[in-house]
């Protein structure tokens, strides 16, 4: 028998390094575990890390770990009396959740309609401001157009105009003095028509130098809901997390108190069940909003796991199969910091475009306070198929200067070889001054762009290197051992 | 003949130098990296990708064999190729070095597309046989002169099949780095299409 009565047999509807996360609680806990796999996955970490992978076919790969039906066909035919659905792909899908628990299926996340309301941006802003949670003010158009500007400008400057049909940064305009507010709110409107169809705007408080920090929310069927602590997750590039850590440092701990008590208010208004992330903006004045919640377990658990001691996913599972939360909120231990950063492939010389090749090995570093999640394997094909993040290095310390020390070294320590990786680059930010300082905000990339650039390499340096390679060509020494021995004969020889 | 390896966007010259100075042991090769001398050997360790470096004169703290051949300051390394391209993880950063072979660099540099293919010297250097007369037709691989440049001597062959249209230079003559040793001109199968 496994250890969560009503869970015998998990299928995981993902792939990569979240699959062969969830494997290995599985493994732990000594219940059965299946994954689907496309073909271009075959030979990766995360079939192996299953006892049952099962082929997926799509047009594209993306394609067929989105294709609901086919996955719970799948988890019907082998027996999975579980489906648990990693990051990304169906996790948030309100539908495929519902489907899952309508074929008998537990589903190991949130309810669907917490998925729905939570999943609907504007939906959630709404409920949330309802319930007197700060969120950053704004003024929607539609309610008084010809009042429109002047309630933007009473918002505060500088401002944001954007489409509330809107996404991926497009149909958003900055407002830094009243002049420009006008031409803004032409353009935002003529944008939000072409691009989505909607020519809804509303306006919200820019925060400037802002930091993102979540909170981890658990909460069972039983009303009981807790926090696992903030995590701030400010080093971006494009929008998209680099380095996360907790505690979130600069904090003070009524300022961490209160962010944490929304959280939870948050996620018991909504009823929440399972794991997820309440998200906030905190401005540099310490006033913080609420910005949005994700109804998964994300990328970055792990920080909080390794301060906490809990085993998210275990925990996700107990929820799912209805047992209690084990422990309440004043039982959470929180045990120095730690630090976690996404080794993606991407050359960040060349504005972080995607790299490819064939992963020819992959060391992880090993050592005290230490965890390498990864979902990649020598011999794998690294393309653009897939996300670009190939492995999570994550450190412990007893303190922030110990995890960021240990966190350096991890980088430098691990090696993958074949294909381009933002490792150096991801060491450099931890080396900077600024970051030692605990001085993160989400322009932090940007603002220091010309002191994390690559560093030239010495003439040295660039020897060494450049020996190593010749003596590692296969052309270049079969010519040094084509010329005879002893070199004493000069004159004609073939080369 | 030397071979360019591009490290950084930066190519740059490694060839061995065979010199009578080489004093270090079996394994070791004297080679000139961008006209630099140095003194190599690559040591398989224990583990997959991994090797140990011993470089003379030491670089930067890095390699090191002292005066009494005494070996305690080699490093180690993770190296794996994939073709022309070498991976190298050394004190923390990994590097990217593609070998490119020097004679083809210089035709690709060098030919127009269409047409016919001159075959260009990578380095300056002096002819040394002449295999081929002008009109002679040839099959891909066949040889069509002997160079030499910096003491190495190179086989120039035909690339693809083609028929022998320019051959400026004889058993003797010297030449410029970039000028044209031999041209083609290829054996069209179809009417207007380029080489």
């Excluded at chain 1, 490792?423 to 940007?446: M, S, Y």
């Excluded at chain 2, 630099?36 to 140990?52: D, H, K, T, W």
């Amino acid at each position: 028998m496994t250890s969560i009565p009503g869970i015998q047999k998990t299928l995981i509807a993902n792939r990569g390094e979240i699959a062969v996360r969830v494997a290995k609680t599985l493994r732990k806990l000594g219940i059965a575990s299946a994954s689907v796999v496309h073909p271009q996955d075959a030979d990766s970490p995360a079939a192996r890390a299953v006892d049952e992978p099962c082929t997926i076919e799509g047009d594209t790969p993306v394609s067929a770990y989105l294709d609901g039906n086919q996955i719970i066909a799948i988890a019907r035919r082998i027996g999975a009396d579980s489906l648990h659905p990693g990051y990304g792909f169906l996790a948030e899908n309100a539908d495929f959740a519902e489907a899952v628990m309508e074929a008998g299926i537990c589903w190991i996340g949130p309810p669907p309609a917490a998925i729905r309301l939570m999943g609907d941006k504007i939906e959630s802003r709404r409920f949330t401001a309802e319930r007197g949670i700060p969120l950053t003010p704004s003024v929607n158009e539609e309610d008084d157009p010809k009042t429109f500007a002047k309630r933007a400008i009473e918002i505060g400057l500088p401002l944001l105009i954007k489409a509330s049909a809107g996404g991926g940064g497009k149909g958003m305009q900055i407002v830094r003095s009243e002049r420009e507010l006008g031409p803004a709110i032409e353009l935002a409107r003529s944008e939000a028509e072409r691009y989505f169809a909607d020519g809804r705007i509303f306006a919200e408080r820019y925060v400037d130098q802002p930091r993102h920090v979540e909170v981890q929310i658990l909460a069972d069927g039983h009303g009981n809901v807790v926090h696992l602590g903030e995590r701030d997750c400010s080093i971006q590039r494009r929008f998209q997390k680099l380095i996360e850590e907790t505690p979130a440092p600069m904090m003070d701990d009524d300022l961490r108190s209160r962010i944490c008590s929304q959280a939870v208010e948050v996620a018991r208004a909504a009823q929440y069940q399972n794991a997820g992330t309440v998200e906030f903006v905190l401005a540099p004045n310490g006033e913080f909003y609420f910005l949005e919640m994700n109804t998964r377990l994300q990328v970055e658990h792990p920080v909080t796991e390794m301060v906490t001691g809990i085993d998210l996913v275990e925990e996700q599972l107990r929820i799912a199969a209805g047992q209690t939360l084990s422990f309440s909120q004043n039982e959470v231990r929180f045990d120095g910091v730690a630090i976690e950063c996404r080794v993606c492939a991407e050359d960040p010389d060349q504005d972080f475009r995607p790299a490819v090749g064939r992963l020819l090995l992959v060391r992880p570093a090993e050592g005290e306070g230490l965890r390498f999640d990864g979902g990649i394997a020598s011999g794998q094909e690294v393309s653009t198929a897939f996300d670009p993040m190939l492995a999570k290095v994550i450190a412990h310390g007893r303190d922030r200067e110990e995890a960021i020390r240990r966190a350096r070294r991890a980088l430098r320590e691990s090696v993958i070889l074949g294909c381009t990786t933002n490792a150096a680059f991801l060491e450099r930010i931890l080396a900077h001054p600024d970051f030692a300082a605990g001085k993160v905000e989400t322009g932090f990339i940007p603002a220091h762009a010309s002191e994390l650039g690559t560093f030239e390499l010495s003439p040295d340096r660039r020897t060494a290197i450049l020996a190593i390679a010749a003596l590692s060509n296969r052309d270049f020494l079969e010519r040094v051992r084509a010329v005879p021995e002893p070199y004493a004969s000069m004159g004609a020889w073939q080369n | 003949m030397g071979y360019d390896f591009e490290l950084d966007g930066l190519a740059s010259l490694v060839h061995p130098t065979f010199d009578l100075e080489s004093t270090r042991g079996l394994g070791t090769i004297a080679l000139s990296i961008d006209g630099r001398r140095v003194e190599a050997a690559l040591i398989p360790g224990s583990q997959s990708c991994e090797y140990f470096l011993d470089v003379h004169p030491d670089l930067d703290g890095i390699g090191g064999i002292d005066a009494r051949g005494e070996l305690d300051r080699r490093e180690r390394v993770f190296v794996a190729c994939d073709g022309d391209l070498v991976f190298v993880h050394l004190r923390g950063c990994t590097h990217r070095i593609e070998a490119i072979n020097a004679l083809v660099k210089a035709q690709k540099d060098a030919a127009p597309s269409g047409g016919d293919d001159a075959l260009r010297a990578p380095m300056p250097g002096v002819v040394v046989d002449v295999a081929v007369t002008v009109g002679a037709e040839v099959e891909a691989g066949a040889l069509l002169l002997t160079i030499e440049s910096m003491k190495l001597q190179t086989a120039i062959v035909a690339p693809t099949a083609g028929r022998v249209v320019e051959l400026g230079l004889s058993a003797g003559s010297s030449f410029e780095q970039g000028a044209v040793l031999v041209r083609l001109e290829g054996l069209d199968t179809e009417e207007g299409e380029p080489q």
